[in-house]
């Protein structure tokens, strides 16, 4: 279980910047302890969030930077794609309907998936793609995860 994380957030000069995410305060990363491998295994995460609109290029930077840099390109859209297609999931139904009726998932679901993503990945550094949407996603995030981000304009 990831308990917090070191958290960076990039926002590109060419999208309007959203009032949810103005209001992140600065403040540098700290070490994670994660539950997985228990107190003799501090981990140090590093997170980014790569915001944008549709069709901007978000998953085409991500994967440069991810090959150049050894991050982990985690895409929040692609986890709730694949968790909606196993049988029997705990949230699929659910999944299935906000996408198919347009709304967003849940924050807590789409947190514990970038949770579990994060706690099975050999790699310390994550770029996500796609989340957060809005201001239920980040006080989402900073229940469940982390309040500690830095905001960085790019």
């Not at 009726?101 to 970038?114: F, H, N, Q, S, Y």
């Amino acid at each position: 279980m990831l308990l917090a994380a070191g958290c960076w957030t990039v926002i590109s000069r060419r999208m309007a910047l959203p009032s949810f995410v103005m209001t992140i305060p600065p403040i540098g990363s700290i070490s994670i302890f994660n539950m997985a491998w228990g107190p003799r295994h501090m981990v140090q995460k590093k997170i980014v969030f790569v915001l944008g609109p549709p069709g901007v290029g978000k998953g085409t930077q991500c994967r440069k930077i991810a090959s150049r840099y050894d991050f982990e390109h985690i895409s929040a859209g692609e986890l709730l794609r694949q968790e909606r297609q196993i049988p029997n999931s705990q949230h699929g139904e659910l999944i299935d309907s906000c996408i198919r009726d347009g709304k967003i998932v849940p924050a807590e679901i789409t947190c514990k998936l970038l949770e579990r993503q994060m706690d099975n990945s050999t790699k310390s550094k994550f770029l996500i793609d796609g989340f957060p949407r809005n201001q239920d996603n980040r006080d989402g995030w900073n229940k469940t995860l982390d309040d500690r981000v830095q905001l960085l304009d790019a």
